[in-house]
Structure formats: C-alpha cells, structure tokens
T-cell receptor
Framework: DAGVTQTPRHEVAEKGQTIILKCEPVSGHNDLFWYRQTKIQGLELLSYFRSKSLMEDGGAFKDRFKAEMLNSSFSTLKIQPTEPKDSAVYLC???????????FGPGTRLTVL | AQKVTQTQTSISVMEKTTVTMDCVYETRDSSYFLFWYKQTASGEIVFLIRQDSYKKENATEGHYSLNFQKPKSSIGLIITATQIEDSAVYFCAMRGLTGNTRKLIFGLGTTLQVQP
C-alpha cells in the first residue's frame, strides 16, 4: 500500500498570498490530521477529520487556516493570507479509526517571504 | 489538559550500547495510548512502538522496548544495540479516546546521536 503522500514538497510564497497544500491518506484510513512543525513549538495540530467530518480545527489556527476533505482519499489545507510566521513544515497523517498509530507524509516545507 | 514532556533535549551514545529516553505525560483519561515516533534527518516521521494504558506488559518491537510505569505517568523508550542509523529525533506522544483527547499530543523530542 502507498503511504501518505503530500504535494508540493516545497512551497515559497509572498506575504499575503493564498497557498493550498495537498494530502492523500493511506487507503482505508478514516482519520486524517494536519500538523504544523516548528523548532520552537514542535508538532501542533491544525485539523483532525474522521470519515470526512471535521472533529477539531486546532483553535488558534482557525482564522487563516482551512482544511477540507473533498473525499475520503484527498484533503487540502489552505492558508489565506500567508504571513512570514507561517513558515514551517506542514505534515499530514492518517490512521485507522480509533486509537491507532498515525502514518505521516513527507511534509511540505513552506517559506513565506 | 493533556501534556507530554520529554526532559532530555539530546543524548549521545556509542554504537552498540543501550539508551533510554524519558517521557512523562499528564492526562485525566482512564484509558489512553502512548506512542514513540522517530524523525530522521530527511524529515520523515516513522511510528516505532505503542503502549496501551490498560496493558501491564511492556511493549517490545525489534530492538525497541518500553518501560511503562503507570503510577509515575512515565513511558520510557529503550533502544538496545544502537546503530548509527538510529541517530534521529525521537518523539513521545499520547492519544485519548474521547472528545478532544483523540488528537495526538507530542513531546518536543529528544535528539539521539549514535557515535561510531
């Protein structure tokens, strides 16, 4: 089975731009997660979907971050408008429904100038 | 609120020795699940091993094992016969069953350097 795929692997944006990151979970997984990783804050949850329903949207990330699951095998994370402080690695992960281990994608490294 | 703490920022060991990485957690859930992940230099995050809170036996997986001390809210990762390729950042994480505890809470990680 293919693992979690993410595109693009790298993204450079100007401040104020809109960017869309993409994720395809492992086939058959019902839970999908978006995380942001920085050296200072570590791994922070942005959004959590179960069977395409949004379960949690990460509180502080609500205003400019919007994740969607268009179908069970595809999710997007939109950041609008981008700010330099959004520069980080964005990771997508999926798991079977329940308290199971998550499988991570390779991440998208975002740089906002 | 749930919290995971890894107090060791970095550890350096010689190849073929055994290393233990510490992790303590806070939760009000009666059942919860603990995980260790490894992040390689390329950025890839890989699942290593899991411990269910209701199981008394320590989980083992290859040369990884856990030291689960529930009364101390502690879940240490033990790597035996370390190899150069074990050099990475190791994250401890916890996940509950209900409400907002279903998300995975991560510690900040411990960097392991295995020296030849």
């Amino acid at each position: 089975d293919a693992g979690v795929t993410q595109t693009p692997r790298h993204e450079v944006a100007e401040k104020g731009q809109t960017i869309i990151l993409k994720c395809e979970p492992v086939s058959g997984h019902n839970d999908l997660f978006w995380y942001r990783q920085t050296k200072i804050q570590g791994l922070e949850l942005l959004s959590y979907f179960r069977s395409k329903s949004l379960m949690e949207d990460g509180g502080a990330f609500k205003d400019r971050f919007k994740a969607e699951m268009l179908n069970s095998s595809f999710s997007t994370l939109k950041i609008q408008p981008t700010e330099p402080k959004d520069s980080a690695v964005y990771l997508c992960a999926s798991s079977l429904m329940g308290p199971y281990e998550q499988y991570f994608g390779p991440g998208t490294r975002l740089t906002v100038l | 609120a749930q919290k995971v703490t890894q107090t060791q920022t970095s550890i350096s060991v010689m190849e073929k020795t055994t290393v233990t990485m510490d992790c303590v957690y806070e939760t009000r859930d009666s059942s919860y699940f603990l995980f260790w992940y490894k992040q390689t230099a390329s950025g890839e995050i890989v699942f290593l091993i899991r411990q269910d809170s209701y199981k008394k036996e320590n989980a083992t997986e290859g040369h990884y094992s856990l030291n689960f001390q529930k009364p101390k809210s502690s879940i240490g990762l033990i790597i035996t016969a370390t190899q150069i390729e074990d050099s990475a950042v190791y994250f401890c994480a916890m996940r509950g069953l209900t409400g907002n505890t279903r998300k995975l809470i991560f510690g900040l990680g411990t960097t392991l350097q295995v020296q030849p």
